[in-house]
């Protein structure tokens, strides 16, 4: 596929708010849409460092401080107020209400530009919102939409220094379709899981449940049938069920329709079709065999 000509339009803003662990790492929570979004710009900080000796310029070097952006939308809802701004909605009241004392949140913000070929789609890593101005004026005899302009700064990110990342025309479909689905970073460990029963179980109860532990969090639209079954060995035929993903999206559980058979062999499988939020993989599909009581 052809690379982009030109690029024009602004579609699909999202912002993900940005929690910071205990051990210093960052995670993103689930991207949410910011709808209305009429321009963006991105000036470029961090001056050229020159360095001149024996009447000439003897050293240049490039200095990226990230980006001093500027986000026109229609309204800023309510979730950013909340989420990235730090002010506070009342429960009872239902108000909004913005304090000196409030404490911002740092957030990925995502967005595409068309193209002649393919949409380029985007991530900032690590963003700062500043408040956005408020103004309006009275109505004549035409009524033209307030917009809201909401600056940020777009900074190196802590520990990898990444700034951003954007889409190209050949970007596999399973990142670029999950784009909004979770903040793309590049996956350098295989995805790993944990089932119990463990493989060689004997004695398992007929009322258990098959339960997998993935060391990372899971796409939910993976958690289907086709990845995830549980076959009588001896007749091939597959158990009905439930399955269900936790808060946490690492753990998925089978519930059986009914209890198991005893002293029966079963066969628990879950595919390579399962992919992880950073897009990575189990290196095999996993296979568990286990024996009723």
């Known amino acids: 596929m052809s690379e982009n000509k030109v690029a024009f339009g602004l579609k699909n803003a999202h912002y993900a708010k940005i929690t910071v662990n205990p051990d210093g790492s960052i995670s993103y929570g689930t991207p949410v849409a910011l709808p209305g979004a009429t321009e963006i710009s991105l000036d470029a900080k961090g001056d050229m460092t020159e360095f001149y000796a024996d009447d000439m310029l003897y050293y240049s070097a ?40 409030s404490k911002g949140s740092y957030f990925a913000l995502m967005f595409e530009f068309d193209g002649d070929v393919k949409a380029t789609r985007h991530v900032m890593y690590y963003c700062s919102a500043s408040r956005p101005s408020i103004s309006s004026s009275t109505k004549s005899d035409k009524s033209d939409p307030n917009t809201s302009e909401l600056d940020f700064t777009a900074s190196a990110r802590p520990g990898d220094y990444k700034v951003k990342t954007k889409t190209t ?3 596999p479909a399973n990142i670029y379709n999950g784009w909004y689905d979770s903040v793309y970073d590049k996956a350098t460990t295989p995805l ?87 897009s990575s993989t189990l290196v095999n599909k996993y296979i568990v065999n286990f024996t009723t009581a």
Do not use: H, M, R
């Open 62 to 101: 490039s200095n990226n401080q990230g980006y001093d952006g500027k986000l026109t939308l229609a309204n800023i809802p309510e979730s950013f107020s909340t989420d990235i701004l730090g002010e506070e909605k009342d429960s009872d009241d239902a108000v909004i209400t913005e304090k000196a004392t």
């Open 169 to 171: 025309t050949t970007t």
């Open 192 to 278: 790993s899981v944990t089932v119990s029963p463990l493989d060689g179980a004997t004695g398992v109860l007929v009322s258990s449940n098959i339960t997998w532990t993935f060391d990372k969090a899971i796409n939910d639209s993976d958690v289907n049938s086709d990845n995830f079954y549980v076959i009588d060995s001896t007749t091939g035929t597959e158990v009905a069920g439930s399955l269900t993903l936790d808060t946490t999206k690492k753990i998925v559980t089978f519930n059986p329709n009914a209890d198991l058979t005893t002293a029966k062999g079963y066969i628990a499988t879950v595919t390579k079709g399962v992919k992880a939020i950073d």
